[in-house]
Antibody, heavy 122, light 106 residues
């Protein structure tokens, strides 16, 4: 079955960096677009970034543009999110998420990880 | 940015009752709307995509309807496992946006 396992979260000071990873298994990773979506505990969801299945396109929320970088390594079935210049408002649970489409993008999510908590605090 | 407004914020119902959740978009999303279910401590689960298509493994008691700017998620007869928070999401324009959620509680 599809599994998405996030790692790399933790407590970090404002202005510092963190890299999240998402290990994917149970499906052909290279055929699916992938996203990062975050959630402040008890609050709503915010789409952070998406990368096309072929890596050809990447889109970011305005709130993270220029600070975060989404990437993928299909050889090890892993999605990444490099987060630089972190701010208090970046605090939240970060979910790795799989696009519903296969070798096409739908921008719906049909599988989510359990999430990794990032806390930005001095 | 397309804003999605969900109502009500909380829906208090009993098992066996019908649940009707609303999602209104600030501009037309042309039917490109999804619904997700989220339980405490878990990632969301896709329930409905493209306004009315049930996702894989979703029971027939879940149905979606609507177009343009007004959408509805209906759960015809609530089962104990259906009590959760439900979010809508549009994929018409970037940034992709979610509604604020409706909590269905006992």
């Amino acid at each position: 079955q599809v599994q998405l396992v996030e790692s790399g979260g933790g407590v970090v000071q404002p202005g510092k960096s963190l890299r999240l990873s998402c290990a994917a298994s149970g499906f052909t990773f290279k055929n699916h677009g992938m996203s990062w979506v975050r959630q402040v505990p008890g609050k709503g969801l915010e789409w952070v970034a998406v990368i096309w299945y072929d890596g050809g396109n990447k889109y970011y929320a305005d709130s993270v543009k220029g600070r975060f970088l989404i990437s993928r390594d299909d050889s090890v079935n892993t999605l990444y999110l490099q987060m630089d210049s972190l701010r208090d408002e970046d605090t939240g649970v970060y979910y790795c998420a799989r696009d519903r489409g296969t070798t096409l993008m739908t921008l719906d999510i049909d599988n989510w990880g359990q999430g990794t908590l990032v806390t930005v605090s001095s | 940015e397309i804003v999605l407004t969900q109502s009500p914020a909380t829906l208090s119902l009993s098992p066996g009752e019908r649940a009707t959740l609303s999602c209104r978009a600030s501009q037309s999303v042309r039917g490109l709307l999804a619904w997700y279910q989220q339980k405490p401590g878990q990632g969301p689960r896709l329930v409905i995509y493209d306004a009315s298509n049930r996702a894989t493994g979703i029971p027939a008691r879940f149905s979606g309807s609507g177009s343009d700017t007004d959408f509805t998620l209906t759960i015809s007869s609530l089962e104990p496992e259906d009590f959760a928070v439900y979010f809508c999401q549009q994929r018409t324009n970037w940034p992709l946006t979610f509604g604020g959620g409706t909590k269905v509680e006992i």
